[in-house]
């Protein structure tokens, strides 16, 4: 299956994608299985399988195959890391922070990981990632010099930068679990200099009102993680996002 050219086809379709994130360093295979099959009856396209910490080697591995056995949409790797690579995922987001002050986050991990999707069958998809304030885990594990949520300017210009490089995705990330999201202001203003190329925006979203204001704004794709984790009925709350973004 070829990732990217499904999530497009869903695009051209419904508008919208809508993603689910699974990090493997909270639950166990089984329950990350449980999670993501709820996840897709609630209409989510893709499930992405990634963390800032602890998601790598056999729990990374086993909650992939987990996953797979339960669900046919495409598997996501979403790494922090060369390690939160596993050659039985569908894809990866190839990502590059691009306002890291690492350059570990910036280049070494990915020159790190690429023989491994070179050997393997993981289809890679390039993508700008942008930690937008407050940044939370990833912000912090990533080094990030955080853009200020009133600057969208700031935020264009990465994603400028980033489509010039050839980067066919770029992600705004507010970081998991964030008190609040990426404002529409900024989105509004990085979609408008990405044109075509695809627009992710995660961190803080929670209900159907704040993901469809990030979908208006601009946005392709909205993740979710944190809320999937924490409700009861993983369905209906995927649902009623998804129903949300989708026209
Ligand atoms: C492409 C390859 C091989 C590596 C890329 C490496 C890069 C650029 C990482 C960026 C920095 C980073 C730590 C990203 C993590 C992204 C992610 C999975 C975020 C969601 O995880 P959280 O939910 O914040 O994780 P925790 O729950 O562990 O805090
Ligand atoms: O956990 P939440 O807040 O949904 O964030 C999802 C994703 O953007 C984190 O990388
Ligand atoms: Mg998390």
């Known amino acids: 299956m070829q990732v ?3 999530l497009q086809k869903i695009i051209e379709q419904d508008g919208k994608v809508h993603l689910t994130l699974i990090d493997p360093a909270s639950q166990t295979p089984e329950r990350a299985a449980e999670i ?12 992405l399988i990634g963390g800032s910490t602890g998601a790598s080697g056999t729990i990374l591995d086993e909650t992939v195959l987990k996953i797979k056995e339960n669900v046919n949409v495409p598997t996501i790797l979403f790494p922090g890391s060369s390690a939160g ?21 910036v280049i070494t991990n990915q020159v790190l990981g690429a023989p491994l999707v070179y050997k393997s069958q993981i289809e890679p998809i390039s993508m700008a990632y942008l930690v937008v304030e407050p940044g939370g885990t990833v912000g912090w594990v990533g080094d990030a010099k955080l853009i200020p949520r009133k600057k969208p300017e700031i935020a264009a210009v990465y994603a400028l930068a980033g489509k010039y490089l050839g980067m066919h995705y770029t992600y705004l990330e ?34 159907a009102k704040t993901a469809k204001l990030c979908a208006s704004a601009g946005a392709d794709m909205i993740v979710t993680g944190t809320i999937v984790e924490e409700v009861k009925d993983v369905t209906a709350k995927v649902a009623e996002i998804v129903s949300a973004i989708k026209c």
């Open 4 to 6: 990217e050219a499904h």
């Open 36 to 47: 993501a099959l709820a996840a897709v009856e609630g209409g989510t396209d893709a499930i």
């Open 85 to 105: 690579l596993s050659i039985y995922a569908d894809a990866v987001f190839f990502m590059s922070l691009l306002n890291s002050r690492d350059i570990g986050y």
């Open 174 to 207: 507010a970081g998991s679990g964030a008190d609040t999201p990426v404002n529409p202001e900024m989105i509004g203003a990085v979609k408008h200099v990405l044109g075509e190329n695809k627009l992710i925006v995660g961190g803080g979203i929670r209900d």
